[in-house]
């Protein structure tokens, strides 16, 4: 087991790289002259020419790229080109808005989602399988946003149960933080219910066809032990599969639910970024959500030994 998690911690080493030339390269593939568009229609060529000099594009490229490796390595992400802070100081500020959004969705999505889809399995072909599978498809096919907009119309607007906008550190108390959660968590983990809620459903469907479920229903255990303890045991893999792919949705779908409800976090930063076209700021952004994509993944794997003593490494 320690010499397949070493492998593996060594194997994400190569991805980060590719990543990290990607990254790198959005100053060089991206449409005009960068440091043109940085510094506006109004600057001069000196202007221009000292922010080019700044971002290193008068410099070979492979030279320039293996500095900025090097500076990865020593976690230093840059400066910021309109604010002048490090990359590194901006993500802190901006961390805990974020990870408490994507906790709580995480959260409530697989204490809803798994629930609601072994229910669907249980009673497949009724109506309660008909309305919880056309919640899934409903959930999976209205943009986040929209969801977000309603949300607010409707909670925060019309019957003012909680507010619109804004974030609440937790340190503030617990209730103002989760408050100002519930609805971009609801939001933001519509589609993530949905995604999970199916694959639990079509892999419970599968589990329950096998023979040891009758075994156990022919031995008189109930219908619950036979759900949770039997079934769903064996269905984990797949679930936990669904689960570790769906931070992918998580990391995209807080950029907008941010910008919808106004949170202070990663999001709204790659946001401002992007429109400022701040590359330190927005590599910086790039290569942290791919590095915790790759470490969630690496998780995930890790996680199925624990689900399943079947697999081993």
Known sequence: MFAYVVRRVLSTIPVMAVVALFVFSLLYIAPGDPAAVIAGDQATPEDVEKIRQSLGLDRPFLVRFG??????????????????????????????PTMSLMV??????V??????????????GTVIDRLIMAFAVFGF???VFVVGYILAYIFALELDWLPVQGYTPIAQGFWPWLENLILP??????VYIALIARITRATMLEVLQQDYVRTAKAKGVGQAGILFLHALKNAAVPIVTVIGIGIALLIGGAVVT???????????????AILRRDYPVIQGLVLLFSFVYVLVNLLIDLVYTLVDPRIRY
């Open 104 to 109: 709580v969705t995480l959260l409530l999505a």
């Open 258 to 272: 941010e910008s919808v409800f106004a949170i202070p976090g990663l999001g709204r930063l790659t946001v401002d």
């Open 141 to 143: 096919s209205v943009p």
């Open 67 to 96: 500095e900025w490796a090097w500076q990865i390595v020593r976690l230093d992400l840059g400066t910021s080109i309109f604010t002048g802070l490090p990359v590194t100081q901006l993500i802190a500020q901006r961390l805990e």
């Open 111 to 124: 204490t809803v989602a798994v629930p609601l889809g072994v229910l669907a399995a249980w009673q497949a």
């Open 185 to 190: 968590s609801i939001a933001l983990g519509c």
